[in-house]
């Protein structure tokens, strides 16, 4: 009995660090012409955007600017569009993107609502 329940905790504690190990990633949708809060990266840190997709819609697509040491990059992503529509062969590709710290990440919807998904991790 005794050794049933020590085996009953080890399981229950090694799937609670796996559950609590999954829920890293943050996905919001940023509402056309609108942009996220400022993400923040310190320096012992990294940002993974793995998902950035935006609707079909007009031009104006949604981007990722990236300022660090005094310096802007502009449009170091910009938005894939999602088209059901689209004929078969024609789809974009998903892209992903690593940022290092010390950064500031600025994120800004295109004319339609995008999606993304990021995290920040450790070195």
């Known amino acids: 009995m005794n050794v049933s329940f020590r085996l009953l905790a080890a ?3 090694f799937g609670f660090a796996t559950v609590a190990d999954a829920g ?3 996905s ?3 509402q056309a012409n609108q942009s996220l809060p400022t993400i923040t990266v310190p320096g012992d840190r990294f940002l993974v955007i793995r998902n950035f997709t935006q609707e079909a819609g007009e031009t104006v697509r949604g981007s990722v600017s990236v300022t660090t040491n005094g ?3 502009n449009n170091v992503l910009t938005a894939t569009i999602v088209d059901p529509a689209a004929p ?3 789809l974009e590709v998903i892209n992903n ?3 290092a710290g010390p950064a500031t990440v600025t994120v800004n919807g295109g004319d339609t609502n995008c999606f993304i998904t990021y995290r920040k991790g450790t070195d």
Do not use: K, S
């Open 11 to 13: 399981f229950f504690v």
């Open 97 to 99: 993107i690593v940022i």
């Open 24 to 26: 890293d990633f943050v």
């Open 28 to 30: 919001t949708v940023v």
């Open 71 to 73: 310096l802007t990059a």
């Open 88 to 90: 078969q062969g024609t």
